[in-house]
C-alpha cells in the first residue's frame, strides 16, 4: 500500500506556531508521546476484558530509548496501534480541526497558549515535532489489518505507506532536529520520564531500567494499605524528610475524580520550604507541582499528590480560578481535612495535643482564612497555657469565666507571645490566678484577633499590656497609701529620669507583690505596630510608645518620697526603671552598662 496526501488544515502555519507556542517546556513532547503510548496499552487492555480482543496481551509496555549516531529517540509500545485509516482519522485530520480558529484566538496570548495547544486540541502527538525534524509513526493494529508508516517532515506534506512491522503496537521515531539535541542523552529523557511517567500505571522501559511504579498507592484501596504503605510512599516523595504527623487518603468519583493522598508534615520554621510541596497528576500523568488555586491556601503546606482527570490543567490560572469543578475540589479538601481532623481530636485527644504544636498553624490559618474551616475547627481547635494545659474554645471559656472577667463582663484571655520574655508579667498573672494562654507562633497575632472577633463578649489581650490587675478589674479594687501630692511629685521625679515624652508615666495602687515600676505596652497599638511590620509600612508612631505604671504602694516608692539628697532620688528611680526595662527586654547598650555598674556600686 502506498499513498501520498496533505494534511487537513487551514493554514500553512502551524509547525513554527508549534515549535513557538510549546517553547518553553520542550520537554512536554516526551510526556506527550509516552502518555499515548500508555493510553494504547490501557485501550488494548479494556477491549480485552470486555472480550473484544482475544489475542494475548503479553506484557504491556513502552519502551524508550535514544541512538545517539542516528539522532534519533523511539517511543514504543505494544498496545492497541493503527490502521492507515486510523492514522488517517487520528494523526492526518483530527488534531488539525480547530487549528484555524486556534491561531486567531490565542495568536495574543502565547504565554497560556503553550499548554492551551496540547489539552485542547489534541495536538500531544503533534509535540514530537518540538525536537524533531522529521518523525516517523510505524504501527500495527491490534486487529488484522496491515501494518502501516506515517512519515512527516514538519511541513503539511506527509507519506504513508506500508510497513514491514509485525508486532502488534506502535513505535513512535523522532529524527531530532539540530537545537533539540539536548534530548539525545539517556540521561535527560530518564530525568524526564521520572518527573513525568514515574506513577504511570504501564511499564515504562528506557534503557532495560524500568522507571514506574505502576500502581502507586493512591489508586489502592485504603483498606489494603498499612500505614508502612504510606510512610513507605511519602519517603519516595520526599526523601530526606521526617516522618509526617499523619495522612488523609482522598477518594471521590462524584461529583468529580478525585484520589490522593495528603500528608501532615512536621511544620519546621522554615515555611517557605515546605510550601507547594503538592504534586499534581492526571490519570497518574504528573501534570505540575504548582497547586496554589486547587488546593485551599491554608493546606499549601500539606505534602502529597491529588489525581484527578477533572482539573482543567490546561488552562490560564484565572480561569483556573473560575472553574466550577475546581471550586468544588478545593471545598472538598477543605472538608475532608476538617473531618479528618476532628477525628483524631475524638479517637485520642492525647495524641493530639501532642500534635497540636506542629497541627495549629494548619487550623489557625484555616480558621483565620476560611469561614466554613472556621465552623468545623472551632469543635477542635485548641489553646495552650502557660501551664501546658490544652483546652477546646468551649472548655477555655468555662474555666476562665469565673475569674477573669473585666467590669463589664467581657471575658479577658490573658496571652503571652513570648513566656521567657515576659516571665515577670507572667508570673503576676498567674500570682493573682489567672490563666496565661501561650500565642507565640507566627499567625498568633491574628489569631488573637479572630477569637476577639468571634467568642462573644470577649477581649484578648497580652500579659504585658497593661497592669494586670486593671486588665481584671477585680472587686476589691487596691487603695493607693499615697496622697495625690505624694503621687504627683513621684511622676515627676520618673518623667525627669524617663526622658521621652512620648512615654506616659503614672502612678497606680497596686498590691505589694507586684514590680515597683512596670512597663507595659497598650494591646491596640503593639497591635499596630506589629501590622505596620508586616506590611513594610514605615511605622508612624514612635517605637517608643509605652506607659510606665509606678506602684504607689511599693515600700521602695515610699523611700524614694523620703529620700532628701536629689541625686540619690534620682539614681535610685533610674534604678527602678532600668529594672522594669530589663524585665521587658528593653534595655541595651550604654544603658545597660550604666545599671550594670551602678549596681556594683550599690553592693560595694
Ligand atoms: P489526543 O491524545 O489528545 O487525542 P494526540 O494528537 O496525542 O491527541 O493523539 C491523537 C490520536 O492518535 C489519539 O487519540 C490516538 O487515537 C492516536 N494515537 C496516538 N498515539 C498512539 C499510539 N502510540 N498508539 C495508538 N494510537 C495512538
Redesign the pocket.
Known amino acids: 500500500m502506498q499513498a501520498k496526501g496533505t494534511l487537513s488544515i487551514n493554514t500553512e502555519n502551524i509547525f513554527p506556531i508549534i515549535k513557538k507556542f510549546l517553547y518553553s517546556d520542550h520537554e512536554i513532547f516526551l510526556r ?2 509516552v ?3 500508555v ?2 496499552c490501557q ?1 488494548l487492555k479494556s477491549l480485552s476484558s470486555l472480550g473484544e480482543y482475544t489475542g494475548e496481551l503479553g506484557e504491556l509496555k513502552v519502551n524508550v530509548s535514544v541512538d545517539k549516531e542516528a539522532k534519533t529517540i523511539t ?3 505494544n ?4 490502521t492507515a485509516e ?2 488517517d ?3 492526518n485530520q ?2 488539525f480541526s480547530g487549528a484555524n480558529e486556534f491561531v486567531q484566538k490565542y495568536q495574543d496570548k502565547i504565554t497560556d497558549a503553550r499548554n492551551q495547544i ?2 485542547n ?7 514530537a515535532f518540538m525536537v524533531s525534524r522529521k518523525v516517523e ?1 510505524d ?1 500495527k493494529s491490534y486487529q488484522d489489518a496491515p501494518a502501516a508508516k506515517w512519515i512527516c517532515e514538519g511541513s503539511t506534506e506527509f507519506s504513508i505507506e506500508g510497513s514491514e512491522k509485525k508486532e502488534r ?2 513505535a ?1 521515531t523522532l529524527h531530532v532536529a539540530e537545537d533539540s539535541e539536548e534530548f539525545l542523552d539517556s540521561n535527560r529523557l530518564k530525568d524526564i520520564l521520572k518527573k513525568y511517567a514515574r506513577f504511570l500505571p504501564v511499564s515504562i522501559e528506557i534503557e532495560g531500567e524500568k522507571i514506574n511504579e505502576t500502581q502507586p498507592i493512591w489508586t489502592r484501596q485504603p483498606s489494603e494499605l498499612k500505614d508502612e504503605d504510606y510512610l513507605k510512599f511519602y519517603k519516595e516523595l520526599y526523601p530526606f524528610s521526617e516522618d509526617p504527623l499523619f495522612w488523609i487518603h482522598l477518594n471521590v468519583d462524584y461529583p468529580f475524580n478525585l484520589t490522593g493522598i495528603l500528608y501532615f508534615p512536621k511544620v519546621k520554621n522554615n515555611i517557605e520550604q515546605q510550601n507547594n510541596k503538592i504534586q499534581l497528576y492526571s490519570r497518574q500523568v504528573f501534570i505540575t507541582d504548582e497547586v496554589k488555586d486547587i488546593v485551599p491556601q491554608f493546606l499549601m503546606l500539606l505534602h502529597g499528590v491529588i489525581d484527578s482527570p477533572d482539573i482543567p490543567l490546561n488552562v490560564s490560572r484565572s480561569y483556573l480560578q473560575a472553574d466550577g469543578n475546581v471550586k468544588k475540589i478545593n471545598n472538598y479538601i477543605t472538608k475532608k481535612v476538617a473531618d479528618k481532623l476532628n477525628e483524631l481530636f475524638k479517637e485520642n485527644r492525647t495524641s493530639f495535643e501532642e500534635k497540636w504544636d506542629s497541627i495549629g498553624l494548619f487550623v489557625k490559618y484555616g480558621m483565620i482564612t476560611d469561614e466554613k474551616f472556621y465552623e468545623k475547627a472551632e469543635r477542635f481547635c485548641l489553646l495552650k497555657s502557660t501551664k501546658s494545659k490544652y483546652y477546646t474554645l468551649e472548655e477555655y471559656k468555662n474555666y476562665v469565666q469565673v475569674n477573669q472577667t473585666d467590669k463589664n463582663g467581657n471575658l479577658v484571655l490573658l496571652y503571652t507571645s513570648d513566656a521567657e520574655k515576659q516571665y515577670t508579667y507572667i508570673d503576676s498573672a498567674q500570682k493573682r490566678g489567672y490563666d496565661v494562654l501561650v500565642l507565640e507562633g507566627m499567625l498568633d497575632n491574628h489569631f488573637g484577633e479572630m477569637l476577639e472577633r468571634k467568642l462573644e463578649k470577649t477581649q484578648v489581650r497580652r500579659v504585658d499590656s497593661e497592669v494586670v490587675d486593671k486588665l481584671i478589674q477585680k472587686e476589691e479594687t487596691q487603695t493607693s497609701v499615697l496622697s495625690q501630692e505624694e503621687s504627683d511629685k513621684v511622676v515627676e521625679l520618673f518623667k525627669k529620669v524617663i526622658k521621652n515624652d512620648k512615654v506616659t508615666v503614672e502612678v497606680q495602687a497596686m498590691p505589694l507583690d507586684e514590680m515597683p515600676v512596670l512597663i507595659t505596652l497598650p494591646e491596640y497599638i503593639r497591635r499596630m505596630q506589629e501590622m505596620s511590620k508586616v506590611q513594610g509600612w514605615a511605622w508612624a508612631l514612635n517605637e517608643n510608645t509605652f506607659n510606665v505604671s509606678i506602684n504607689g504602694n511599693h515600700d521602695l516608692i515610699q523611700k524614694i518620697l523620703k529620700e532628701t539628697d536629689e541625686t540619690v532620688q534620682a539614681k535610685f528611680a533610674q534604678h527602678l526603671y532600668d529594672l522594669a526595662q530589663l524585665s521587658q527586654g528593653i534595655l541595651s547598650g550604654a544603658s545597660l552598662s550604666e545599671f550594670v555598674n551602678r549596681s556594683i556600686n550599690y553592693l560595694k
Do not use: H, Q, R, V
Not at 79 to 82: E, F, L, P, S, T
Not at 121 to 127: A, H, I, K, P, W
Open positions: 506527550e508521546l502518555s499515548n503510548a493510553d494504547a485501550k517511543i514504543s509500545d498496545g492497541i496501534g493503527m486510523e492514522i482519522k487520528y494523526i483530527i488534531a496540547i489539552g486540541f489534541g495536538l500531544g502527538f503533534y509535540s509513526l504501527t503496537g506502535t513512535i
